[in-house]
């Protein structure tokens, strides 16, 4: 069966730097999500994506978030400047169509760690 | 926007018990899945139900989406059931629960 794939499983990062989670939704899936879930807490939506758009965003996603499909495989998710509270599992998802009624399909998720 | 609330928020079981975890839902939605989120940290898909019954295993789920709720049935627990349980609904993105944590006691 088709997964979706996310690396690193686990990033270590120094506060202030960059970090990009990268991950492979289903080939022939057409939107694309990313969620987080802080240690604890229940998992977030961050951003939705369909067709090399934002769809939507939620307040979370603030300017220090940015996503992009860089090739026709990649979904990936930039932090630009990381902060102690980004630290979070992050998890991918990917939709085949625009149904309302289609299932998410949900990667692994990386663990962000920020020191 | 849609609230999505969970039931237990915890729940301790000898092994071999039977349970009903509980997802109460605000507003009709188009989607529901149950997530089981092991000790790594993955969530791992158990069941799509946005209506019906389901069942694979030990595990089964029923979606009234009439009355807005949803329930997952662990029966004879093994400790390897231990984890969040989590209750996902929405249209086009996804709402969580705040989860059902489960312990399997040996």
């Known amino acids: 069966e088709p997964e979706v794939t996310q690396t690193p499983s686990h990033q270590v990062t120094q506060m202030g730097q960059e970090v990009i989670l990268r991950c492979v939704p289903i080939?022939?899936?057409?939107?694309f999500y990313w969620y987080r879930q802080i240690l604890g807490q229940k998992v977030e939506f961050l951003v939705s994506?369909?067709?090399?758009?934002?769809?939507?965003k939620s307040e979370i996603f603030d300017d220090q978030f940015s996503v992009e499909r860089p090739d026709g495989s990649n979904f990936t998710l930039k932090i630009r400047s990381t902060k102690l509270e980004d630290s979070a599992m992050y998890f991918c998802?990917?939709?085949?169509?625009?149904?309302?009624?289609?299932?998410?399909?949900f990667g692994p998720g990386t663990r962000l760690t920020v020191l | 926007g849609i609230q999505v609330e969970q039931s237990p928020p915890d729940l301790i079981l000898q092994e071999g018990a039977n349970s009903t975890l509980r997802c109460n839902f605000s507003?009709?939605?188009?989607?529901l899945q149950w997530f089981h989120q092991n000790p790594w940290g993955q969530l791992i898909n158990l069941f799509y139900?946005?209506?019906g019954t389901k069942q694979n295993g030990r595990l089964s789920a029923t979606t009234v989406a009439t009355e807005r709720y949803s329930l997952l049935y662990i029966s004879s627990s093994q400790t390897t059931d231990s984890g969040v349980y989590f209750c996902?609904?929405?249209?086009?993105?996804?709402?969580f629960g705040t989860g059902t944590r489960l312990k399997v006691l040996a």
């Open positions: 080939s022939n899936h057409l939107y």
């Open positions: 139900i946005p209506s």
């Open positions: 996902a609904v929405g249209t086009y993105k996804y709402i």
């Open positions: 507003d009709s939605v188009n989607n």
């Open positions: 998802a990917s939709r085949k169509t625009g149904l309302a009624t289609d299932t998410q399909y």
């Open positions: 994506f369909y067709n090399n758009e934002i769809s939507e």
